[in-house]
């Protein structure tokens, strides 16, 4: 009798190496064309969005996965990237009306995109079913509306339990995740400050992930408070360093919302050509995230800092 | 109680009208927008044990500034929890939230709300923003309330797209049938008054005609033969502390009114907004004895 062992197979845990980079490394490393990507709302990776956008030439196609999303999605509607999105909510929020989404989905400018909507429960479980390696996850949102009639991965059975209707959504597992928060260590253990929305599962659902931070800290102050520890590392793929790299969303205790920026930014996107010049001066005019930065001035960002820490600082109340 | 307020805009009446819809010690889930300015009223005047919960993770927030979107950093502030939507969206539908609100660009007679598309689905004339959470509070808040402007086309016969469900096709126990936990809706507050349901047909009626607004204008607003309740009334107008709170949190009226277009591209009149809030906040807190 031969014995033969069992082969070795290879897990999906990335290991705990340094994992800093730039976003342009990042994003060429992991974005290829037509790659699935899913985007966290809370905060906003802008950093990594603007970075992808001057990267489209190589990568060309985007199918998009959000839950909700203000602007940030629409940057790359806008720039002609995205073939699909599968959504909740992809507005403007207290910027209103969103015209770059508009004119993709009614007029087909700059090309046709294709809608498959969720509720913001029902898209969130998705990635909840992804993180956790099953195929759907069941939720008692969308029953009776169209959201279910109009979408065919959205299932509805009778529970065998209970034998009532329940929704079952589709797993969804992005090629990559790119999220924004708070710190990170330099192989990947990421801190989320304040509400992080879905950020969390988006992680674990993807095969790759890039987190931007607002700041890296060391090993040790990750172990200081290990429960703060929103992604383990082996979730991680990609840390980069981004200060303020949610802007003009927020980053919770760092900077709030630059409303006046948004609504501008929004005016301008009320036409292709506007959101084209747009593009052209802020993304593809700057050649990273610390000149777009400068060309936003660091005095308007710190002023918006200043602000934010009058109100709240991480761990105190003010 | 503060006096009635003399000069007030239709935005701060239905802000008020919808504040009154909150009961002291309820936890509501609130979408951005003007619910949020409603529950921001009624924290700081006849409720101050009512707590708010935030889409994106946020629980009894008590913020001195604007909340600029329901995944804000302003949403953190002094909040009891922060953390995830599972966490918030997920006690909803376990039955955790009270009161729901919610806004949507057309209603029909049983309650049903479209926010996602105006005309075919596949080919839209207008699209819109879709469901985010509305879908949810709608399907299972304990109650819902709708705030949405009537403008004369939106109050329909059949929405184009249910967006969030309420009665559906108000035959009985519709929503148990379809699997919905929570118990529908409560109240529709718009630029004309206040519509409730009946619950034995499910249909909404109006129950408050807002000050100066004509009974026939309301009728010839709303597509279907419109029922009235024989004690129809005047809705409550909004109270000078209600005005004063709804001004102070938005002085340029970015919700109430036109401070979008004020504040476009204008930083230093955002930032002075953002300034300017905290002592009159914090002062009005300490008065209310909220932390």
């Not at chain 2, 239709?10 to 009208?17: G, I, N, Q, S």
């Not at chain 2, 936890?27 to 919960?53: C, D, E, Q, R, S």
Request: charged share 20%; net charge negative.
């Amino acid at each position: 009798m031969q014995y033969q062992p069992v082969p070795l197979q290879e897990g999906r845990a990335k290991q705990p190496t340094y994992k800093i980079m730039t976003a342009k490394e990042a994003v060429s490393r992991f974005i290829k064309e037509g790659c699935y990507l899913g985007m966290s709302v809370s905060a906003a990776p802008s950093a990594l969005i603007w970075e992808i956008v001057r990267q489209k030439d190589r990568i060309k196609t985007l199918d998009l996965v959000i839950t909700s999303q203000i602007g940030m999605s629409s940057v790359l509607i806008g720039s002609g990237l995205v073939n699909k999105i599968e959504m909740a909510y992809n507005w403007g929020g207290i910027e209103g009306e969103d015209r770059v989404f508009r004119r993709a989905v009614e007029k087909g400018i700059p090309k046709n995109i294709e809608i498959e909507d969720y509720s913001n429960f029902g898209a969130a479980m998705r990635w909840q079913a992804g993180a956790m390696g099953l195929s759907f996850m069941p939720t008692k949102s969308q029953l009776g509306s169209d959201v279910v009639k109009y979408n065919p991965r959205i299932k509805v059975i009778d529970d065998p339990y209970t034998g009532k209707p329940v929704a079952l959504v589709l797993a969804s597992n992005p090629d990559v995740g790119i999220m924004h928060c708070a710190r990170a260590d330099e192989i990947g253990n990421v801190q989320c400050f304040g509400l992080y929305g879905n950020t969390d599962v988006l992680a674990r659902a993807s095969r790759h992930v890039i987190v931007t931070v607002e700041e890296i800290v060391s090993q040790a102050e990750i172990r200081r408070m290990p429960n703060l520890n929103t992604i383990p590392y082996y979730y991680v793929d990609a840390v980069v360093h981004a200060p303020f790299g949610a802007h003009w969303r927020e980053s919770n205790y760092y900077y709030h919302h630059d409303l006046a920026y948004g609504l501008d930014a929004y005016r301008q996107f009320a036409t292709q050509e506007g959101f084209e010049a747009w593009i052209d001066k802020y993304v593809l005019g700057t050649q990273d995230w610390n000149e777009y930065c400068k060309l936003v001035g660091y005095d308007r960002l710190y002023r918006l800092m200043l602000n934010e820490r009058r109100y709240q600082q991480f761990g105190e109340v003010r | 109680m503060s006096e009635y307020a003399k000069d007030y805009s239709m935005p701060e009446l239905m802000a008020a009208t919808v504040a009154r819809e909150f009961r002291d010690g309820e936890l509501a889930f609130i979408g951005v927008g003007m619910p949020l300015i409603a529950a921001m009223v009624a924290k700081f005047t006849h409720a101050p044990n009512f707590n708010i919960m935030v889409e994106f993770g946020a629980v009894g927030p008590s913020p001195r500034r604007l909340p600029l979107c329901v995944d804000c950093a302003v949403d953190n502030e002094r909040a009891y929890y922060t953390g995830t939507l599972r966490e918030v969206v997920g006690a909803q539908q376990a039955g955790f939230v009270d009161v729901g609100c919610i806004s949507g660009a057309e209603i029909d007679k049983y309650g049903n709300v479209n926010s996602t598309c105006i005309g075919d689905y596949y080919k839209p004339q207008v699209r819109l923003a879709g469901s985010g959470g509305a879908n949810d509070i709608a399907s299972s808040a304990t109650r819902t309330i709708i705030m949405m402007r009537q403008d004369g086309r939106n109050f329909v016969e059949k929405v184009h797209y249910i967006t969030s469900p309420g009665y559906l096709d108000g035959s009985p126990g519709a929503r148990e049938k379809a699997g919905l936990p929570g118990g529908g809706p409560q109240a529709v507050v718009t630029t004309m008054g206040v519509y409730r349901f009946d619950k034995d047909t499910c249909e909404m009626y109006l129950e408050k005609i807002h000050p100066g607004i004509k009974i026939d204008d309301v009728k010839a607003s709303v597509k279907w033969n419109l029922a009235v309740s024989p004690n129809l009334v005047e809705t409550e107008p909004p109270t000078e502390e209600q005005v004063m709170i709804m001004r102070t949190l938005d002085p340029y009226q970015v919700y109430l009114g036109t401070g979008r277009q004020t504040l476009t591209g204008d930083f230093e009149a955002f930032m002075k907004m953002m300034e300017d809030s905290y002592w009159p906040m914090s002062e009005l807190m300490k008065k209310k004895g909220i932390l």
